[in-house]
């Protein structure tokens, strides 16, 4: 059964096309080259379905030598076969040749598997004897184990990716289930490889089989290879955007899209005919005119006629602007030197890296209120670095109670203004934030910095040097007062909402400004320093207090509303409870003779709950054509329940 699994997963390879290819090493000419990392630490005496997956693996590399195209130049190196524990335990077994597939079953059934998994810098190794910075190469890693040396395989991925002529790296991860393949997987991502799992001998050669597919048809495609300019060198280790459309007849796209792809070098496989290529790196977009041979690979070579520019940012002379924050974009400046109110292109980064056709640009940097712009011509094949200096500086601000007192720590509203200190204008809001603390980014200068901390409100003037932190304080001059609400002195709180209110005291002892109100159970207000007025309201009751707050405490107090709860319900003359219709209610006070005095508060409810003053209390209901009224003497603190009869 494994034999017809490995006949039939392998059939693709022995279809394979045997076109030739343009590169050569030393002594050799090859379509395509590759080596064969393997791993052969201990753990591949580990079984599956009870055969030791060494055996597999020798068994499925045995039976794709049979069938390798000799066209592609294989060699081999192995880890982890002649020692435990050491990470450098790392062999080339067999050179990049034509002849290298015969011998290489034979060499990976002699390997006794018994170290450590030191996978990247065998893959590394690999790499150089491919000569990788040179000419086109690929590297097919085997590993049933994550890294145990002191590499990071997608470190290593996108070190090769970025220094590579055209460097390939693909992942076959055997029986690594349930394991943290994340690294070992950007090391065949970065570089245009593929990450190919495997959990069985069917499965590894199904993985190996999609990977020398993907070599061979590397080798066998048309390739387009990209310069910034005529005398640059090959880019590497960029992923460009390639769309390839039929051509039309007059040379242009068509819409009829044939295929893309993402890498840092064209590979198009198409049909014979014309086609355009849509090419864009960054912010340069090339259309490349090409045809494809049904008998022939062909190489092309467009020029994007563009360059890169490196930018940085610092605060002043010395002192680099390395926030995250850092906004960046690039407008295009026209032959008068106008610059287009549309940019090209921008990047959120601290130290951006743009691709842009030839031509003049302004480059804009912002970081917090402060900003800085330069503007930069870039020729076909330019690699410029600038540094934009932004002038500015980190003012970091808080509030304090009390001079040198604590901090504050809840949300408070800050902005900070422009401001001329000779003529001590106020100008443009510079920025704002939100919290107990926090930093603005400024150019130097002076400013006035507001904080609004609940019902305080503070400014102070500070000055901003470039380069520099200024850290400020702002010193409320206030404190905390707390409050809750009670029916009777010394009873228990009343939950539920209340409408509070505080206001600043006037000398006269009568309320001024009112600072602020809310609708809670209980209140906590940040107020300013002195003597303060709280009024509250629940039902049809109100209380105030007066409280002197002193800077940096919390100063408590309760309100005493000195009222009941009455529970109503209205009947009619037999008693019935009136559950229909609309029962329209009035709470009166009762005069001292008796008489009805002012209404206190009204509801339309079948059984209502009033919360009132203490004292004699009347109670009048109406529904449809029946009335009735009831006097109750209520007490602080209790709840009493009154039905309401209907008068005859």
């Not at 020692?83 to 290298?100: H, K, M, Q, R, T």
């Not at 980064?349 to 330069?374: E, I, N, R, W």
Request: charged residues 15%; contains cysteine.
């Amino acid at each position: 059964m494994l034999k017809q699994a490995l006949q039939n997963s392998l059939l693709v390879l022995i279809l394979l096309s045997t076109s030739s290819i343009a590169f050569s090493d030393n002594t050799n000419t090859a379509k395509a080259r590759t080596v064969i990392v393997l791993d052969a630490s201990g753990s591949m005496w580990g079984q599956i379905d009870g055969k030791n997956k060494i055996v597999i693996a020798r068994e499925v590399i045995a039976a794709m030598m049979d069938n390798w195209d000799p066209g592609i130049h294989v060699g081999l190196v192995a880890y982890g076969h002649r020692s435990e524990g050491d990470c450098n335990d790392i062999e080339a077994l067999l050179p990049v040749a034509a002849d290298s597939a015969a011998q290489l079953s034979d060499v990976v059934n002699s390997l006794n598997p018994k170290g450590k998994t030191p996978l990247s810098a065998a893959v590394q190794q690999a790499a150089e004897s491919l000569r990788y910075t040179e000419q086109p190469a690929t590297v097919i890693l085997v590993t049933d184990g994550l890294e145990t040396c002191d590499m990071d395989p997608c470190a290593l991925g996108k070190t090769l990716a970025e220094s590579g002529v055209d460097f390939t790296s693909h992942v076959v991860g055997f029986d690594l289930e349930g394991q943290d393949t994340s690294a070992i997987q950007c090391l065949a991502e970065s570089t245009g490889g593929q990450f190919l799992t495997a959990a069985d001998a069917t499965t590894l050669t199904n993985a190996l089989g999609a990977a020398v597919q993907q070599v061979q048809q590397q080798a066998d495609a048309d390739t387009l290879w990209l310069k910034l300019s005529d005398d640059s060198e090959i880019l590497k280790g960029v992923t460009v955007s390639f769309e390839y459309y039929v051509a039309n007849a007059d040379g242009s796209a068509s819409e009829n899209r044939a295929s893309y792809e993402y890498s840092h070098v064209g590979r198009p496989t198409l049909e014979a005919g014309n086609y355009v290529a849509s090419i864009a790196l960054g912010s340069i977009h090339r259309y490349y005119p090409f045809s494809v041979s049904a008998t022939e690979k062909t190489e092309h070579t467009v020029v994007l006629d563009g360059g890169t520019i490196k930018l940085n940012a610092i605060l002043d002379e010395g002192t680099v602007a390395n926030e995250g924050t850092l906004s960046w974009t690039v407008y295009p400046v026209d032959d008068s030197g106008q610059a287009s109110s549309q940019h090209i292109t921008f990047a959120y980064d601290t130290s951006p890296l743009f691709y842009l056709p030839s031509g003049t640009y302004d480059v804009h940097v912002s970081l917090g209120a402060a900003s800085a712009s330069q503007r930069q011509t870039i020729t076909a094949g330019d690699t410029l670095e600038a540094t934009l200096d932004l002038r500015a500086g980190h003012l970091l601000y808080n509030a304090s109670f009390t001079e040198n007192g604590d901090l504050l720590n809840s949300t408070a509203s800050w902005e900070v203004y422009h401001y001329d200190a000779t003529t001590q204008t106020v100008g443009k809001r510079a920025s704002y934030a939100y919290g107990a603390t926090g930093t603005f980014v400024l150019t130097a200068g002076s400013y006035r910095l507001d904080v609004t901390a609940d019902t305080i409100v503070r400014s102070d003037i500070v000055e901003v040097t470039a380069g520099e932190d200024t850290n400020h304080t702002i010193v409320l001059n206030g404190g905390y007062l707390q409050s809750n609400l009670l029916l009777v002195e010394g009873g228990e709180p009343i939950q539920g909402t209340h409408s509070w209110e505080a206001y600043v005291l006037n000398d006269d002892g009568s309320p001024g400004q009112r600072l602020t109100y809310t609708y809670a159970a209980t209140v906590n207000f940040l107020v300013p320093e002195g003597n303060i007025r709280l009024a509250v309201s629940s039902g049809a009751a109100s209380a105030f207090g007066d409280a002197n707050v002193n800077a940096g405490e919390t100063t408590s107090t309760s309100l005493v509303l000195n009222a009941g709860y009455i529970n109503a319900s209205f009947t009619d003359s037999s008693d019935t409870t009136m559950n229909s219709g609309t029962t329209s209610w009035g709470v009166y006070a009762i005069n001292d003779d008796d008489s009805t005095g002012n209404r206190i508060t009204y509801t339309y409810s079948h059984t209502p709950q009033f919360l009132v003053p203490a004292g004699k209390i009347r109670l009048k209901a109406s529904n449809d054509k029946i009335s009735g009224s009831a006097d109750v003497n209520l007490k602080a603190g209790e709840t009493q329940t009154i039905v309401v009869k209907a008068s005859e």
